[in-house]
């Protein structure tokens, strides 16, 4: 993975079933400099992805239609090639018996729905610090 120094230079997964809610990401990333963005709306799409083109991070939704987020993350972490991929999750969930298999999973980040773009600017910048 190449050394990312800043947000321009991030190439993006977004992992996110709804159009409304990509649409949205996606205009908060381009806000914050992000114009590497690429979009699947499933888990198998995602891992698919980024075997074939390594991200420099994975922000993903948690319901997604065939896995949750976390999941994702799982079997992103159980993978040599996507270990290192720095993961953010979006959710509005709150109950922490869904989110901290997230946390130990090693998620960079994870932030709640709804957000601000400043919150996910923090979440971009810790993704980058990682890297």
Request: proline letters at 5%; one cysteine or more.
């Amino acid at each position: 993975m190449a050394v990312t120094t800043s947000l321009a230079e991030l190439k993006v997964l977004l992992v996110e079933p709804s159009s409304m809610q990509w649409n949205l990401v996606s205009r908060m990333l381009e806000n914050q400099g992000v114009s590497h963005i690429s979009h699947v709306g499933r888990g198998d799409e995602a891992l698919a992805a980024m075997r074939q083109s390594l991200p420099d991070v994975v922000i993903s939704s948690l319901y997604l239609p065939d896995m949750a987020g976390t999941d994702l993350v799982i079997a992103m972490r159980a993978d040599d090639w996507l270990d290192a991929v720095p993961f953010i999750l979006v959710s509005s969930e709150t109950r922490p018996q869904v989110l901290e298999p997230v946390r130990q999973s090693g998620a960079c980040s994870i932030v709640a729905k709804p957000f601000t773009e400043q919150q996910l600017s923090r979440a971009l910048f810790a993704a980058a610090d990682y890297l």
